[in-house]
């Protein structure tokens, strides 16, 4: 059995997103006094009282709209409200009950789903506020007063969910999952290809760039194993990042790499890569992360003869940093080769997480001395003791040697090169420490 999921929906600016950021303790969803910012749906994982579930933010309700991306709000917020255990409809006591609420509360009380009435931006403490009493007009049982800036009623609130929650069974913690981060530059088919993948509309897709604002989290379980899918805004190069909101966009997706275990850096088949593409790539490699390079759009592309060897040859590269990585071509449009991302992920977070024996790698780095003689300077050659693994995602090692000056990078370079080699550690970067004899941790 799932976990249950409590569904957060109201008009919008009603502060859903900051009740949200409350409920779940973090900084997740953008809040900005500008209607319309949370555009998809947004999970988190949520405990009361000893008990786990999910919350979903979502973008505000405009029951009537001729705006696409209003519209598409609405089209999420249903898709929550359908999968929902409970629905939590927020509202502000500072304005009352509107038309608009009484549109969103026909709609819930249509779903025949547990609705848990919450009045917002009850900031004030001692007797309450009179106001209150209006909302028992929406006929969804009784108002409770909360504050998402003060904390005020926020128990009560998530009281009266539980009080809708199933019997809790015992297979209801989540296993073990791989957290995808799916980054690239904006309008590059990150939404679509995790709509592809999950088979539902998912995540807005839309041609207007930065449609995508929140890093938003998706839970899919296949043959393959369970994923964790966070699809982030497109990264924007910095000049052009003006809006605050879209400043935070970037910071989200900075986040969504440090949070994922593996990392798609997706590409335009039609574009190459770019410099910001070249950016894009270097947080995830400067992170640590498993990743694997995703060329979208390759049905869009004029193919001859050694088009795809040649564009594989280019990428590499102008991302010759990450050398590591695997490269697929795919189209998220028509679904061509996205079926062996789930390998590939499987694949790359194994070699993030592969551990190697002392003794292997000190038969590996002989081996490797014995080929290439260490480097000398002025007469003292650099003598390398021994080795070992201290830290995986990504796979850590330390060298300990006579003299950390003698260590040039290049000599560097080749031992790792001998280590993939012979135990591959393909899709993840590798870090290398170099300790001097008789130094301190």
């Given at each position: 059995?799932?976990?249950?999921?409590v569904?957060?929906v109201?008009r919008?600016?009603?502060?859903?997103?900051m009740?949200?950021?409350r409920?779940v303790g973090?900084?997740?969803?953008i809040?900005?006094d500008t209607p319309?910012v949370t555009?998809?749906r947004?999970?988190?994982?949520?405990?009361?009282?000893?008990?786990?579930f999910d919350?979903?933010d979502?973008?505000?309700?405009?029951?009537?709209?001729?705006?696409?991306i209003?519209l598409f709000?609405?089209?999420?917020?249903?898709?929550a409200?359908?999968?929902?255990?409970?629905i939590?409809l927020?509202t502000?006591?500072?304005?009352?009950v509107?038309?608009?609420?009484?549109?969103?509360?026909?709609?819930l009380?249509?779903?025949?789903?547990?609705v848990?009435?919450?009045?917002n931006?009850a900031?004030?403490?001692g007797?309450?506020d009179?106001?209150?009493y209006?909302?028992?007009?929406?006929?969804l049982g009784?108002?409770?007063?909360?504050?998402?800036?003060h904390?005020?009623?926020?128990?009560d609130?998530l009281?009266a969910?539980?009080?809708?929650?199933?019997?809790?069974?015992?297979?209801?913690?989540?296993?073990d999952c791989i957290?995808?981060?799916v980054?690239?530059?904006?309008n590059?088919?990150?939404?679509?290809?995790?709509n592809?993948?999950?088979?539902?509309k998912?995540?807005?897709?839309?041609?207007?760039?930065?449609?995508?604002?929140d890093?938003?989290?998706?839970?899919?379980?296949?043959k393959?194993?369970r994923?964790?899918?966070?699809?982030?805004?497109?990264i924007?190069?910095?000049?052009?990042?003006?809006?605050?909101?879209?400043?935070?966009?970037?910071?989200?997706?900075q986040m969504?790499?440090?949070r994922?275990?593996v990392?798609?850096?997706?590409?335009?088949?039609?574009?190459?890569?770019t410099?910001?593409?070249t950016k894009?790539?270097g947080?995830?490699?400067?992170a640590?992360?498993?990743?694997i390079?995703?060329?979208?759009?390759?049905?869009?592309?004029?193919?001859e003869?050694?088009?795809?060897?040649?564009m594989?040859?280019?990428?590499?590269?102008?991302?010759?940093?990450?050398?590591?990585?695997?490269i697929?071509?795919?189209s998220?449009l028509?679904g061509?080769?996205?079926?062996?991302?789930f390998?590939?992920?499987?694949?790359?977070?194994?070699?993030?997480?592969?551990?190697i024996?002392?003794?292997?790698l000190n038969?590996v780095?002989?081996?490797?001395q014995?080929?290439?003689?260490?480097?000398?300077?002025?007469?003292?050659?650099l003598?390398?003791?021994?080795?070992t693994?201290?830290?995986i995602?990504?796979?850590?090692?330390?060298?300990?040697?006579n003299?950390?000056e003698?260590?040039?990078?290049?000599y560097q370079?080749?031992l790792?090169?001998?280590?993939?080699s012979?135990?591959?550690?393909?899709?993840?970067?590798?870090?290398i420490?170099?300790?001097?004899?008789?130094e301190?941790?």
């Amino acid at each position: 059995m799932s976990r249950p999921l409590v569904a957060i929906v109201g008009r919008p600016n009603v502060g859903k997103s900051m009740l949200f950021n409350r409920l779940v303790g973090q900084r997740l969803s953008i809040v900005e006094d500008t209607p319309g910012v949370t555009r998809d749906r947004l999970y988190a994982e949520c405990e009361w009282c000893g008990r786990k579930f999910d919350m979903v933010d979502t973008g505000g309700i405009e029951p009537s709209t001729d705006s696409e991306i209003l519209l598409f709000m609405r089209e999420q917020a249903q898709i929550a409200i359908d999968s929902a255990t409970v629905i939590v409809l927020v509202t502000d006591i500072r304005t009352g009950v509107t038309a608009a609420d009484k549109d969103v509360a026909n709609m819930l009380l249509r779903s025949k789903k547990p609705v848990v009435l919450a009045v917002n931006k009850a900031d004030s403490t001692g007797a309450e506020d009179p106001a209150i009493y209006e909302f028992y007009s929406l006929g969804l049982g009784d108002p409770i007063a909360v504050s998402a800036v003060h904390g005020h009623g926020t128990g009560d609130l998530l009281d009266a969910c539980l009080a809708h929650f199933p019997e809790a069974g015992e297979d209801e913690e989540e296993s073990d999952c791989i957290k995808v981060a799916v980054i690239g530059k904006p309008n590059v088919g990150k939404s679509s290809l995790i709509n592809h993948i999950l088979g539902e509309k998912r995540l807005i897709v839309s041609k207007m760039a930065g449609t995508t604002r929140d890093a938003v989290d998706t839970l899919f379980e296949n043959k393959y194993g369970r994923y964790m899918f966070i699809d982030t805004a497109g990264i924007r190069r910095k000049s052009k990042v003006e809006e605050r909101v879209e400043k935070f966009s970037v910071m989200r997706s900075q986040m969504a790499i440090e949070r994922a275990d593996v990392c798609l850096i997706m590409i335009d088949a039609r574009d190459g890569v770019t410099e910001q593409d070249t950016k894009i790539a270097g947080l995830a490699h400067e992170a640590g992360k498993a990743s694997i390079i995703i060329v979208n759009k390759w049905d869009l592309v004029d193919k001859e003869t050694g088009t795809m060897e040649k564009m594989r040859k280019d990428i590499m590269r102008d991302l010759s940093f990450m050398s590591y990585a695997p490269i697929l071509f795919i189209s998220a449009l028509t679904g061509q080769r996205t079926d062996r991302i789930f390998e590939l992920i499987n694949f790359v977070n194994d070699q993030s997480n592969m551990r190697i024996t002392t003794g292997m790698l000190n038969n590996v780095l002989a081996d490797a001395q014995a080929r290439v003689q260490p480097p000398t300077d002025k007469g003292r050659r650099l003598k390398i003791y021994y080795m070992t693994q201290t830290g995986i995602k990504p796979p850590n090692f330390v060298i300990f040697c006579n003299s950390r000056e003698l260590f040039h990078f290049s000599y560097q370079r080749y031992l790792e090169n001998q280590i993939r080699s012979v135990f591959g550690l393909e899709g993840t970067p590798i870090r290398i420490v170099i300790r001097q004899k008789g130094e301190k941790e």
